[in-house]
């Protein structure tokens, strides 16, 4: 999802670099800080509630800094709706189109 919603931002003109952490612990806070400063926008990406996760330590980590706009794209904190992978994902903006709409807004905003 995440490397699809780069190519459709990539065709508005926007680079987008995708990067897999591997883990959250430990976090690699190096590598964070080096993408903060080559970017205007760090988006994060998971299937997992937008608390206590990856978002949450990359939020952590880089509002040390003060200088990064941070967005985090998981579940809310409320009961999941059932349906396949792709519905759930599409109701929730964990896709491609909707990652890509909130990268826009966010740049924007």
Do not use: W
Request: glycine letters at 8%; proline letters at 3%; charged letters at 20%.
């Amino acid at each position: 999802m995440a490397v699809e919603a780069a190519n459709k931002l990539a065709k508005q003109g926007i680079h987008a670099k995708v990067v897999d952490l591997v883990s959250v612990k430990p976090l690699d806070t190096a590598l964070l800080n080096q993408i903060a400063d080559q970017v205007g926008l760090v988006t994060t990406i998971e299937e997992h509630t937008v608390y206590g996760g990856l978002g949450s330590a990359v939020a952590e980590t880089l509002a040390i800094r003060g200088d990064t706009k941070i967005d985090i794209v998981g579940f809310p904190d409320e009961p999941a709706i059932a349906g396949s992978q792709a519905e759930v994902f599409e109701h929730y903006g964990i896709d491609a189109q909707n990652i890509a709409t909130r990268v826009i807004n966010c740049l924007d905003n």
